[in-house]
């Protein structure tokens, strides 16, 4: 298995301009994270899908963020309008089972996004 | 709510010394504790959980409820050590409340 897949791995945009991360989990993993990694604020969980379902999305920041997860191997975050602020890597990670007790989860690569 | 603290975000030591990665959480729970790792150009991976009380890498790390801390300890730290330490936060109702802290970036001086 190739491990959780996120694309791009680096997107340079304009301020203003739509973005969007794609990630692929981990074949059979029921839950999804998306992850914001940045210098100030470190990791920071945007959202969290379970079977598909958005369970927790309070820590997306704004309107301006969304994420969605059509189908079991595919999930998007987008943010639109893009701002220099939203400048981080996001991360994908995948996890078989509730975390809480395990704490396994697996990451992607990430995605480290510059708004200019 | 769930908190964890790592006090350092950047440690440095020289190769063979000890190496103590702090780490403190609140919560009002049961904790569960793990730490995870990211080494350079490579994904963020867990490194060891307090439930395991295992030894990864020649580290480990021990739970202490009464100071509400899990400390990351290696007795002598080698250079292939450095990298970025994330202390985790979990709750043992299975539920899916996970905190990480905000990083220790570990340095290894040959």
């Known amino acids: 298995d190739a491990g959780v897949i996120q694309s791009p791995r680096h997107e340079v945009t304009e301020m203003g301009q739509e973005v969007t991360l794609r990630c692929k989990p981990i074949?059979?993993?029921?839950?999804l994270f998306w992850y914001r990694q940045t210098m100030m604020r470190g990791l920071e969980l945007l959202i969290y899908?379970?079977?598909?379902?958005?369970?927790?999305d309070s820590g997306m920041p704004e309107d301006r963020f969304s994420a969605k997860m059509p189908n079991a191997s595919f999930s998007t975050l987008k943010i639109q309008p893009s701002e220099p602020r939203d400048s981080a890597v996001y991360f994908c990670?995948?996890?078989?089972?509730?975390?809480?007790?395990?704490?396994?989860?697996?990451f992607g690569e990430g995605s480290r996004l510059t708004v200019l | 709510a769930q908190r964890v603290t790592q006090p350092e975000k950047l440690l440095s030591v020289f190769k063979g010394a000890p190496v103590e990665l702090k780490c403190n959480y609140s919560?009002?729970?049961?904790?569960?504790l793990f730490w995870y790792v990211q080494y350079s150009r490579q994904r963020l991976q867990l490194l060891l959980r307090?439930?395991s009380r295992e030894s990864i890498k020649g580290f480990t790390a021990d739970l202490n409820k009464g100071e509400t801390s899990f400390h990351l300890k290696k007795p002598f730290a080698q250079e292939e050590d450095s990298a970025m330490y994330y202390c985790?936060?979990?709750?043992?109702?299975?539920?899916?409340?996970?905190?990480f802290g905000p990083g220790t970036r570990l340095s290894v001086l040959p």
């Open positions: 990670a995948s996890s078989p089972r509730p975390t809480g007790v395990t704490g396994e989860l697996f």
């Open positions: 074949s059979g993993h029921d839950y």
């Open positions: 899908f379970n079977n598909n379902v958005p369970i927790d």
């Open positions: 919560y009002s729970g049961s904790p569960e």
């Open positions: 307090h439930i």
């Open positions: 985790a936060l979990g709750d043992d109702n299975y539920g899916q409340n996970f905190v």
